[in-house]
């Protein structure tokens, strides 16, 4: 099956990438072109739905052009660079290594042209964290370091060290907890600016039960 699946990929050309997704036209072989808006944020998306679609015709060939349509115009991945149901100002991606982290620093200039921004920011001892901030220096004014209720979690002050010593200049504080960080974050926010937690899917997990929203289960 993988072998047929990168054969028939479909390609795809990118009418509109924006804070609400994207509206694609996927030319899918045996098939033809399905025009559908995904939901999901960032040109990364349209690759993976490439591949899903690809995956998904080669266990059911039957698939059709409507139901292609309709499954990516659903489609949800919790965590992965979406905006909270509750509160429009705030964002959230669980990249956890700096390739993930590249990629979703990339996703935040081109969904969100770049939009500058208070980061609630939390780490685990396990993953490289410095090369995660070299990846994710952006446009952020300030940053809240946390801990997830991770064992594996950096301490809030360790964070808060390795990111003064990458972006020197950029203002660093720290929380008790996810909830208070996203809390303080929020109040610290200027007219048009965001804010992004990320650094680890526990404090993805934390902010969106702070929310008061979100499957976790998916996480």
Known sequence: VGADVLHELPTAMIHV???????????????????????????????????????????????????????????????????????????WDGAHNPQGAATLRAAWREALGDAPGVLVLGLSEDKDADSMLEALQGPWRRVVAVAARSPRARTPDDVARRVTAAWPGVPVTTATSVAEGVAKALAALEPGERVLACGSLFVVGEAMAWAGGGNLVCL
């Open 17 to 91: 990438l924006d804070a609400r997704g994207s509206d694609v036209t996927f030319d899918v072989p045996g098939v033809g072109p399905v025009r559908a808006r995904l939901p999901l944020l960032g040109r990364h998306q349209v690759a993976n739905a490439r591949l899903a679609i690809a995956a998904a015709r080669a266990f059911a060939p039957a698939l059709t052009a409507e139901q292609i349509e309709g499954g990516l115009e659903h489609a949800r991945w919790p965590g992965r660079f979406e905006a909270c149901p509750a509160e429009p100002r705030l964002y």
